[in-house]
């Protein structure tokens, strides 16, 4: 089976930091798949807070996953903090993906790397909708600001 092969933008406007707690464990001892992507949501949910909106409630619009990729590096271990860092990408008329990278923060360890398919939807109709204006405008000048920070 041929694996998944992420490649990631060179920068990125957003972080926030994250401790592994014994619930996101595993028998085998490591992070769970399943946490992870509980991890990656609440990542998300920060996001969207420093942007000064609620995932529920995005001026005006509601927000849905699409879809979601991740590509596991390394394990993680209780009492870790991660360091997640997104990035808005590849925009469209509904939506964008967010792609995040996952490393522990002592040592700097890439733990995981991948995207989250973000989707506008209508909160009364449950349909797609555009992105609204000021927030399309807000994630574009995230990415932009990315962009120009120095490696």
Request: proline residues 5%.
């Amino acid at each position: 089976m041929t694996r998944i092969v992420f490649d990631l933008p060179p920068h990125f406007g957003f972080a926030t930091d994250l401790q592994i707690y014994i619930s996101h464990v595993n028998q085998g001892g490591h992070l769970d798949n399943a946490q992870l992507l509980s991890l990656v949501s609440e990542a998300r949910l920060r996001f969207f807070q420093a942007l000064g909106y609620r995932e529920g409630h995005v001026d005006g619009a509601a927000i849905v996953v699409g879809d979601m990729l991740a590509q596991y590096k390394s394990e993680a271990f209780h009492g870790e903090t991660l360091r997640v860092q997104m990035q808005p990408a590849d925009f469209n008329r509904y939506g964008f993906d967010l792609v995040f990278r996952m490393t522990e923060r002592t040592e700097g360890r890439e733990v995981a790397r991948g995207k989250t398919g973000i989707v506008f939807i209508d909160p009364g109709t449950r349909r797609v909708t555009a992105i609204p204006g000021p927030v399309h405008r807000k994630l574009l000048a995230c990415a932009q600001a990315a962009a120009t920070v120095m490696p």
